[in-house]
Nanobody, 115 residues
């Protein structure tokens, strides 16, 4: 079955960096887009970045220039490198894909940016 397992969330000070990982299994990873979403307290889940199988990347405006999405098809893993973190980046971060119209989500990993 399809599984997405995130890791790497932590408490970090403003201006710091984190790298999130999402290990995928149960589907043809290299053929599917992968994306990261986040949900802050009291807010709806929102797209952060998407990496299509052909390599095209899209970021939400608030993270452009600070976050980088990448993938290792040999390891079936997608990453989110987050630099210059801000308190407003505090959220649960989720890995996501869609396979033939069925959405799959990981369990989420908490990122807290605070001093």
């Amino acid at each position: 079955q399809v599984q997405l397992v995130e890791s790497g969330g932590s408490l970090v000070q403003p201006g710091g960096s984190l790298r999130l990982s999402c290990a995928a299994s149960g589907f043809a990873f290299s053929s599917n887009f992968m994306s990261w979403h986040r949900q802050a307290p009291g807010k709806a889940r929102a797209l952060v970045a998407i990496l299509e199988s052909a390599g095209r990347i899209t970021y939400t405006d608030s993270v452009k220039g600070r976050f980088t999405i990448s993938r290792d098809n040999a390891q079936n893993t997608v990453y989110l490198q987050m630099n210059n973190l801000k308190p407003e980046d505090t959220a649960v971060y989720y890995c996501h894909t869609d396979i033939w119209g069925t959405e799959y989500w990981g369990q989420g990993t908490q990122v807290t940016v605070a001093s």
